[in-house]
């Protein structure tokens, strides 16, 4: 039985590209493994709270002289980080916002990248710790930025690529759902990428 792990960091709800991208993309995992478990984790309505000195505490203190303080402020990253270890296949949902991605897809982030846990260093350098899993980036953008003159302002595809590479997750395929503001491009511009879904088992 496969998992697959649904992150969604739209506030658009149902309206929103990345998000009916992301839903096409599980639907066709789940017919490629159609017993499958889904999890679908709305990062929105989750709110996880930005990294402050209580959490980065909690996160260099041993498991065994947590305080019940500290196990308060672990709490979110330990959900999240065991969600992801449990998932076989990660859909992320990444909606460009000002060239880069959604904060609450950021502080997500925050709380499952932590040393000795999801990576470590060694003396070959660092090392990702999650590692088996197949990753989908479901992205979405008003303009165009797979090509041209506004390629360079995508900071959203290499930034993940960078940061989930770094943890272990270095299987990821991207699909776009771009020019949605763009006429005659906005119309096709989700029907184009939800064409693009390619699933291998």
Do not use: C
């Amino acid at each position: 039985m496969k998992t697959i792990l649904h992150l969604i960091s739209s506030p658009r709800q149902e309206s929103s590209l990345s998000i009916q991208l992301g839903k096409a993309i599980v639907a066709q995992l789940q017919q490629t493994y159609p017993d499958s478990t889904v999890n679908e984790v709305n990062l929105i309505e989750e709110n996880f709270p930005h990294l402050d000195a209580p959490h980065l505490q909690s996160f260099f203190t041993p498991r065994e002289n947590l305080t019940p303080a500290d196990q308060e402020a672990i709490r979110y990253s330990e959900r999240a980080i065991g969600q992801l270890m449990e998932a076989d296949f990660i859909v992320v949902g990444a909606p460009l916002y000002n060239f880069s991605i959604h904060s609450a897809l950021k502080a997500w982030i925050d709380h499952i990248a932590r040393a000795g846990v999801t990576f470590r260093y060694s003396e070959q350098g660092p090392e990702g710790l999650v590692k088996g899993k197949k990753v989908y980036i479901a992205m979405s953008s008003g303009g165009v930025y797979s090509e041209g003159p506004y390629q360079p302002y995508d900071f959203v595809v290499p930034y993940l690529k960078a940061v989930l590479g770094f943890l272990g997750m270095t299987d990821i395929t991207v699909y776009r759902a771009e020019g949605a503001n763009i006429p005659g491009l906005k119309e096709h511009a989700l029907e184009k990428a939800i064409g693009e879904i390619s699933i291998d088992a």
